[in-house]
């Protein structure tokens, strides 16, 4: 039985990502990418589809954990009745290899430890033959192997118990035990035996190193730090892509089937991450950013998806994993994202305001960067019309989505000012005329006159939380009339138990069963809305009680379920955390009088 998703931590080395229980259990791990088959798929299931287990073997009096400083490096202490021992995890960065650390250290007395490991390549379907091989100075590793995949794991001697292999040993005060796994391919040598403290220094350096490039946040600094660097974490070191988190299929809905694969980039997401990256003095990883985008998006502006794989993969083809009973009985497990398919309109506005925010910071245009963006305005121009999916994936009929359409005028608006203010060349009187109709057109059918509020779809009655990205955008101001009565209507329709739902499921307008729980970068976006409006005490007071959402370790997930009181969704989630701090950037400049800065 798997945790609380709140119970889990995040290691990660820039690649991939794993998610250490506060039992000791590491209970999800894909290797060598975010996106590979899970070879640890506990999370999804139980013990039997996975795990790596390593904890006192006796009674426990006290545990506690938290990274080291600025790093994803966890240290997790534990009291029992005969002493006190700490257990580092971390997964090395820089080396090249796909490793997992974990350092035991005796503090004070003794304590026995047991570990079980259980691998299930796969996604639980491979049962691996493993074998003992003898190393240098007489010591022995486990093989497993399986098809494509092999891990070699060092440390105490580990021996078959049932259908996983088990070690108890003990450390006593002083002393340092050290286990380690290596992924590999199968058809390549076994890995050799790593340094495990320089592994541990030299990662630990490189994160410092990355944190100390931010200057502190005037406001919920210890916050916003952390999600940046779950940002960074969640950044596929060779490719430059952003996943949205490093989980498929943790429930909306515990027991339902609203259970979506996110370890891919989507174009909305990374955009965003963009400019809080680039808020926060990172140009280096915006521009290695921006490299992606323009590799993935390069072709037929008609291709144009809304997500791509880390390398900017255009196939992610749905499909369900049966060996995975799902998180808590929430089935089915879903790999890959048939969402791909979908045609949103706002991603044309999402690309553009993400490359113009990289302009005005200085990146330079490449030999097609800015072609690429006139061909995307040309696509704009004969297809602003189609109704799509909207930002939420919709899988129910095609709407005219208001927000769909506010984001087509973004693209537009980011290429005039490319033209009038960067002297950049294009059709700018066509743009700025195109521009005004799609005005018009919101203004007439997207906006209903008596409510005093725009609605969620041209026809809708009701509301959509998306909405409260057109003051971000720069659409509306946001303490214009309108943009104040859509934030009253949200508040009316959206808000459940003080949280921001994305809209009312009840509609059906989703084309799904089942229902969700608030959003959380809803919630923050109602937070920087409310900063932006001269509310200030309204966006702290909602700031401080989203912040207490988080886990021990800095960590939101998705949505959250107030009346259990627990997170839900794939975790970390990227759009949380940047919208987590672009809400502390709006309450920083609101409390000192000045303007937060606007997506466009």
Known sequence: MPLRIEDYALIGDCHTAALVGNDGSIDWLCLPRFDSPSMFGAL?????????????????????????????????????????????????HGDRRADLVRRVRGIRGSVEFVEELAIRFGYAAAMPWVRQVDEEGGTRALVAVAGPDAVVVRGPRLRPQDRHHEAVFTVNEGETVDLTMTWFPSHRPVPHRMDVATSIAATEEWWSAWAAARAPSP????????????????????????????????????????????????????????????????????EEWRRWLLRAIAGD???????????????????????????????????????????????????????????????????????????????????????????????GPVQHFTHSRVMLWAALDCAIRAVRVHHLHGPVEAWEKLRGEIRDEIEAKGFDVERNTYTQYYGSSGVDASLLQLAQVGYVEADDPRMLGTVAAIEEELLQDG??????????????????????????????????????????????????????????????????????????????????????????????????????
């Open 44 to 92: 999804l299931g139980d013990e039997n589809h996975g795990r790596w287990l390593l904890a006192p073997s006796g009674q426990v009096i006290e545990t506690s954990r938290s990274y080291i400083a600025d790093t994803f490096t966890l240290v997790t202490r534990w009291v029992t009745s005969t002493g006190e021992a700490e257990v580092t995890d971390l997964m090395p």
């Open 219 to 286: 406001v919920y600094n210890d916050a916003v730090h952390r999600s940046l660097l779950v940002l960074r974490a969640l950044t596929h070191e060779d490719t430059g892509g952003i996943v949205a988190a490093a989980t498929t299929s943790l429930p909306e809905e515990f027991g339902g089937s609203r259970n979506w694969d996110y370890r891919y980039v989507w174009l909305r997401d990374a955009s965003l991450t963009l400019h809080v990256l680039l808020d926060h003095g990172y140009q280096t990883e915006a």
């Open 301 to 395: 502006p008609g291709d144009v998806q809304i997500m791509y794989g880390l390398a900017g993969e255009r196939r992610l083809a749905e499909y369900e994993v049966p060996e995975l009973p799902g998180y808590e009985g929430s089935s089915p497990v879903r790999v890959g994202n048939g969402a791909y398919t979908q045609y949103q309109g706002d991603v044309f506005g999402e690309v553009m305001i993400a490359l113009a925010r990289a302009r005005e910071a200085g990146l330079v245009e490449t030999e097609f960067s800015w072609p690429l963006q006139r061909a995307l305005m040309a696509f704009v121009e004969n297809n602003w019309r189609r109704p799509d999916n909207g930002i939420w994936e919709i899988r």
């Open 499 to 600: 949280l921001v739902l994305r809209y009312r499921t009840e509609t059906g307008v989703d084309g799904l069963e089942g229902d969700e729980h608030p959003f959380l970068a809803c919630s923050f976006w109602l937070v920087e809305q409310y900063a932006r409006s001269g509310r200030l005490d309204d966006a702290t007071r909602m700031m401080d009680r989203l912040l207490g959402f988080a886990n021990d370790v800095g960590l939101m997930s998705e949505e959250y379920d107030v009346g259990q009181g627990r997170q839900a969704g794939n975790t970390p989630q990227a759009l949380t955390h940047l919208t987590l701090v672009r809400a502390a950037d709006a309450i920083a400049a609101a409390s000192k009088g000045a303007t937060a800065p606007r997506h466009g």
